[in-house]
């Protein structure tokens, strides 16, 4: 069959990919990455740590100081090494996003792991920022390592990746509670039979505190390496205070261009909380399957993200390989798949014409990330709509489902 | 024999003692006298820093095209002999170029042989059409314009200014023709002059007009420092020069076709005077009777250079730096801070090693950056490698006491 010859294909695509001279280019593409990803931006901080100058003074780095301290010790920073390294990263985001799946599916192994690695590998949404030496791919890495730990149930490890996947970017903090809630049960599809969260939530406390002492250690690492405190508000505040308003995809930072100042510390505190009162929703509706109200906060993230690149939506697709239960009950999914296929050119092209060209304009710009954004919401929208449209499976043909 | 010889060497000794005991007492010259002499080694007194132009011509229509090839021959000249474009207002009516009557489109040529043509690389007019009109032109000389006029259509003389100004165009005893519909009398170019030298706007005009009964414009002047002279006198015309049989019309004037072939002899460093080229007018090639008003001219014109008016020469003025009051405000503590830290990045190169010139700079460099961050609290401090290592290894630790777990 032609499916066996599709990871070794998508293996080698990526393998010859990294090394042609296509970072070159992308790494300055704003879709593909933000100041808080952008490797321009990390060489930067390096050369200055390098030449002692604190990197966090200027505002250029908002990369986490883990970023630091490895760069600067252990990995490579010429660009070929990079891009090896990147490929590799991707590599073990889709082995262990395989292994999700299989530890959904209680299988050692499956005819649809190579399936499921490709549509992780070829995505373009994941495949060029990857190029573009994006740091969302140690993003996306740890979220898929934390969410592979905790299905596997392995706490510490779980709850480790977790606090570091919340170190290198402060959003990543929704998927947390997933996270314990997946430790607590297991990762096994419940969404056709849903039931009451089946343990006491007492029993997440102990892994609370491990996270947030976890948390701690990371913390005091990086201050080891910077010297101070500087590094919270230049990373972490970036995502809560928005001071670089460089275009991205995302839908904050057009209306924070033309936010008065009288109300932005207003407007950021709703866009922050925002993100926030998904958690508890989506974790209480979807209570009896944890992964899968994961995938739903990845989706929020994906959507309204602060610093948004297009891996993160890029997150969210691949991980709809994993739960193949829901395909039948989504109700649009070509609706989602053509947005996203006119999004995509549309986001580039509009870039280039207002800041390139100079016949267009930002709201041009913004158009196109508002086209994102649909394409985002609608994906999510059926994503939970499918998810609870399980539990009621076949319905007779002289019935049909309503929502109250 | 001997005797007139030993004569001979005392006179020669007595001589070149008394060459060199003059030229080591003129070493006390001051600056002043030094920059002098040489800014003035071209002999010219006339004290203008600048030099501006303005050439008119009053005439449009196709058969007026000598007339707009005149001008443009004129803008030509005085560019080449150095004048900006700046400092060069040209007033045309434009429409010979691009008339549709014109076999060589685009191109004004003023001879027969076409062999350069005038309107080719780089024309800038500045008044063109129906902008030339009197009022423009004495608005332009005065400087009374609106304050949306641009400034590449002002007159921004001053009072170290020489001005040329050249007219061209059908006249008569006393007055032009502008754009065959309005006139200007020899009247208001004298009152307008006056203006300008009232309001300081030029130390020496030179008027130059090629028109019927030319020299009758210039009897009116009245203000100082101005030298006139015109192509024709009263009852007089102009003639043009030749026809050229292809373009259909006169391309050049007389008078015009003589200066410019004139000035084709001389370039920036030409010592030619006004005299030299004033005794050059011959009536019988120019056909007719050019004349020259040089009363009010304070100068004797064997001491004016023709570059003092066609050329971009520049003086210079010299003053005493002790009488000015620019006064730098410095920062001394930071200066002497920079200052500080710029000399011991310095001195800690070359007591360490005298390596080569372009490596040591960047060494220096690199420690100057290195002190400034000190300096200004940016430094990450001390142990810096092993804070770093410190840090990559209690990850380490984290992740293998996580992994050791279940």
Known sequence: MASQYVFPAAVAARIFLCFTSLPEYLKYDQQLSTPLTSHLRLQEGIFLYKHDIDPYAGGTLRHSPLFLSLFTTLLPTSRLPCSVLWTLCDFAAAYSLVRIWRARQRVSSSSRDSLIASLYLLNPYLALPSLALSTATFDNLSVLLALMFASEGRTSLALLVTATATQLSIPSALIVLPVMLLLLTDPVSHLAVPRIFPVKLSRAIPLATEYLAYSVALMLACTTLVGSWRWIPETWGASIMLPDLTPNPGLWWYFFTEMFDHFRSFFLMVFSIHLVIYIMPVCIKFQHDPLYAAFILLGVLGTFKAYLSLADPGLFLSMFAIFPEVHPYLRHPIVTALLHLHAAPLLPLFHHLWLSEGTGNANFYYASTLVLGLANGAGLLDAVWAGLRTAIGDVEPKYEVVQE | ?406
Request: hydrophobic residues 35%; charged residues 20%; contains cysteine.
């Open chain 2, 1 to 406: 024999m001997l005797s007139s010889l030993f004569s001979r060497c005392w006179a020669l000794l007595l001589l070149s003692l008394a060459l060199w005991t003059t030229s080591t007492t003129a070493e006390g010259e001051t600056p002043e006298k030094q920059a002098a002499d040489f800014f003035g080694r071209h002999e010219s007194t006339s004290g203008h820093t600048n030099n501006w132009a303005v050439l008119v011509c009053a005439s449009r229509y196709w058969f007026n095209y000598r007339h707009m090839a005149n001008a443009l021959g004129m803008y030509r000249t005085v560019k080449r002999l150095g004048v900006p474009d700046s400092h060069i207002i040209l007033m045309l009516a434009d429409d010979a170029a691009c008339n549709p009557r014109n076999p060589f489109p685009g191109s004004v040529f003023a001879s027969s042989s076409r062999s350069l043509d005038l309107y080719g690389s780089h024309v800038e007019v500045d008044y063109r059409g129906t902008d030339v009109t009197v009022e423009n032109f004495l608005r332009l000389l005065t400087g009374r314009v609106s304050p949306d006029m641009p400034r590449s259509k002002r007159l921004l003389s001053d009072d170290k200014s020489n001005v040329f100004v050249y007219m061209t165009g059908h006249g008569g005893n006393e007055f032009l023709k502008f754009q065959d519909s309005e006139e200007i009398s020899a009247f208001d170019i004298a009152d307008a002059f006056e203006q300008m030298w009232q309001k300081r706007r030029y130390n020496e005009l030179f008027f130059m007009i090629d028109t019927c009964q030319a020299n009758t414009m210039y009897t009116k002047f009245y203000s100082p420092n101005i030298l006139a002279t015109g192509s024709s006198q009263i009852e007089e015309n102009s003639y043009s020069y030749e026809n050229d049989a292809d373009i259909g019309v006169s391309v050049i004037d007389s008078y015009t076709h003589f200066v410019l072939e004139y000035m084709e002899r001389i370039n920036k460093t030409s010592q030619t005077s006004l005299q030299d080229f004033f005794n050059a007018y011959n009536p019988h090639t120019i056909r007719s009777h050019p004349g020259v008003r040089s009363d009010l001219f304070q100068r004797p014109l064997s001491d004016t250079l023709l570059t003092d008016f066609f050329g971009g020469v520049a003086h210079a003025e010299i003053f005493d730096s002790s009488s000015s009051n620019i006064d730098f405000e410095l920062d001394e503590e930071f200066a002497s801070k920079w200052q500080a830290v710029y000399d011991d990045a310095c001195n800690a190169e070359t007591s360490s090693d005298g390596g080569d010139a372009e490596n040591s700079s960047e060494r220096v460099a690199q420690s100057s950056i290195r002190k400034i961050g000190e300096k200004l609290d940016l430094s990450p401090g001390k142990w810096k490698e092993a804070r770093k290592w410190a840090s990559v290894a209690s990850l380490g630790a984290l992740i293998a006491w996580a992994a050791s777990r279940w």
